[in-house]
């Protein structure tokens, strides 16, 4: 009955986060911007798998990504071996950033580099920083200097990197701020700052998050420097027609398969990993284990959910509008538009951030959405600017 109640209120949560989007998105289609009826009921449909996925992974992430971090950071940390705590922070760091639905979806859609590569380097550099932030926890290492210091080497590495790879590149350190690493990353570093005694514990425990997502940003700078990257081609995912219900069925029917697979090669890692960490060192009693293991299963179905519905319905849509909002005085429209979407999406993710810390408070929510939306129309600015001439 709990459980049952918990997943509730995490489907009013995702549905508080998906429809506010989903109607700005269908009043652009019928006001301004001619969609093709297929591709329309097609992203209808998606918005039930992303609100029903969102919900299902958000509940089985607080059931077992979060246990898992606490328990391995907990436990790491009374073996009082660092050697063995940095490799299996950065073990665990590359393993949870693979399974982190946002960095598949930026993958997919960056052509210039491989798939594969880009998940694999962006995992590498979580993993590092990672490590990195174990041992300013376990040495009470200061976080404003380690910020300064990194932040202005990447600044540095940003003035010799290529326009393109430099974009990829902070565009990837948002995957720490995903809901899958977010959850893991402030557990662990929860359960390994537990151990200590001394007032400043607590405090040491936060800040992963921002020191992580320095490590993506520079690992993709580093892979520009020694990558090529391929050439750019025009996406059209939007071009195939759905003349019919039975065509839309088939498309998600295709689709399911490859994101199964996908979805179970991300979580394998992890789930090894903590199945061995089980047998040789946690020992959980049965009743935790389980939890454990179906809030594996509820991310796993939420994940595949998740991914079927933002890259079948969610992302042909997205083209059309991209396309044909870039046409005219329409581009400016553009503006209002990132600033209205972006603080929506923000606010689902400031609650998971919040719950993880166990810290509330209105403006808790307020504060994050208000800056987000003034950042927003700025970078969409900066984009008409780069593609006025089309006007």
């Not at 932040?151 to 940003?158: G, K, N, Q, R, S």
């Not at 050439?231 to 003349?243: D, L, V």
């Not at 398969?257 to 047998?279: C, G, S």
Request: a positive charge.
């Amino acid at each position: 009955m709990y459980r049952k109640q918990v997943l509730l209120e995490k489907l009013r949560e995702a549905a508080a986060s998906v429809l506010p989007i989903s109607l700005i998105v269908l009043t652009i289609c019928f006001v301004l911007v001619p969609v093709d009826t297929g591709l329309m009921l097609s992203f209808v449909l998606a918005t039930a798998m992303l609100i029903l996925g969102m919900g299902l992974f958000t509940l089985g992430a607080e059931m077992s990504m979060s246990k898992i971090g606490n328990y391995m950071g907990a436990k790491l940390t009374k073996s009082r071996k660092l050697g063995l705590i940095l490799i299996v922070s950065f073990l665990l760091g590359v393993a949870i950033t693979v399974a982190e639905p946002d960095l598949q979806v930026l993958a997919a859609n960056v052509p210039e580099i491989d798939k594969t590569v880009l998940i694999l380097t962006v995992s590498v550099g979580v993993g590092i920083f990672l490590m990195l932030c174990m041992v300013r926890i376990l040495f009470g290492i200061s976080l404003q200097l380690l910020l300064i210091v990194f932040y202005v080497l990447v600044f540095l590495a940003a003035f010799l990197s290529d326009q393109g790879i430099l974009a990829v590149a902070f565009d990837s350190g948002g995957v720490t701020t995903g809901p899958m690493t977010v959850p893991f990353i402030m557990a662990l570093g929860v359960g390994v700052a537990s151990i200590r005694s001394d007032e400043n514990a607590k405090a040491d425990s936060f800040g992963l998050v921002g020191l992580c997502s320095i490590g993506p940003i520079a690992s993709v700078l580093l892979l520009g420097a020694i990558y090529k990257t391929q050439p750019a081609q025009a996406e059209s995912e939007a071009a195939a027609a759905i003349t019919n219900t039975v065509a839309l069925g088939r498309d998600y029917l295709h689709a399911f398969p490859e994101y199964l697979k996908e979805v179970t090669l991300a979580l394998l890692p992890i789930v090894v990993f903590f199945l061995i960490f089980q047998v040789v060192s946690l020992r959980l009693r049965r009743l935790p284990f389980l939890r454990v293991m179906v809030g594996i299963l509820y991310t796993y179905a939420g994940l595949v959910l998740f991914l079927t519905g933002v890259n079948v319905g969610f992302s042909p849509v997205g083209y059309a509008l991209g396309a044909a909002l870039t046409e005219g005085w329409k581009l400016w429209l553009l503006i209002p538009l990132a600033m209205l979407m972006e603080p929506v999406h923000r606010r689902f993710r400031r609650r998971r951030t919040c719950h993880a810390a166990r810290h509330h408070g209105r403006f808790d929510h307020v504060l994050p959405c208000a800056g987000v939306f003034y950042r927003a129309g700025p970078v969409v600015l900066r984009a008409a600017h780069v593609y006025g001439h089309r006007i």
